[in-house]
């Protein structure tokens, strides 16, 4: 896998099984690395260790215009090669946490966009999809994320789904089968 400094900046939430998003529109999520803030030794031979990761989401309702943000720190679960971390919210949140990884990712072929985070315009239209285990707040869930505003083309979005949909948990498998388009339509 790419080194976790991949996953940097801000990404599209297009589609996820949680409930919360439903009634949101135009959610994004950043992460920013955090200078010097872990001792965690990291796989990849060009990243020594593992960043600490500023974790903003922003997000709308679907309807008022005003932008609503939950932030928090990322910290790498030290098991996971650098693709799991334990959140913690920020501020009057800082009493919320949960767990969460990347279960797969890519460059959507034949979408070349300069400057979306790639290396080169050879690089489709990036994605991840990550995975966030129960809380005392939400359920578990799967969202898929897209570098692009303009999301990913549906055949993508179904070639993943389906893909999910071969996963050995069976809760994975479920959940796969509930993920719904979360709805961005540029207002900000």
């Known amino acids: 896998p790419p080194p976790p400094s991949w996953l940097r900046g801000k990404w599209h ?46 997000y709308q309702s679907l309807s008022n215009a005003k932008i609503k943000s939950v932030h928090g720190v990322d ?9 799991a971390w334990a959140w913690r919210g920020k501020g009057w949140l800082k009493i919320a946490s949960s ?7 890519g460059d ?15 690089e489709g239209r990036q994605w991840v999809v ?13 969202d898929l994320y897209a570098r692009h505003p303009g999301g990913l083309k549906s055949e993508t979005v179904e070639n993943i789904k389906e893909e999910l949909g071969k996963m050995e948990d069976a ?16 207002a900000r």
């Open 171 to 186: 809760g994975l498998r479920e959940l796969a089968g509930t993920l719904f388009e979360v709805k961005m339509d540029g």
């Open 130 to 142: 990550t995975y966030f285990a129960k809380t005392l707040f939400t359920p578990a869930g799967i």
């Open 13 to 58: 939430v297009t589609h996820s099984t949680l409930p919360m998003w439903k009634s949101k529109r135009n959610v994004t999520i950043t992460y920013t690395p955090l200078p010097s803030s872990s001792d965690q030794k990291s796989p990849h031979p060009h990243e020594p260790t593992l960043p600490l990761i500023d974790d903003l989401v922003e």
């Open 108 to 122: 959507e072929p034949g979408t070349a966009t300069p400057g979306t985070g790639g290396e080169g315009e050879d």
């Open 75 to 83: 910290t790498p679960v030290e098991q996971a090669n650098g693709w």
């Open 99 to 105: 767990q969460w990884e990347a279960l797969g990712y």
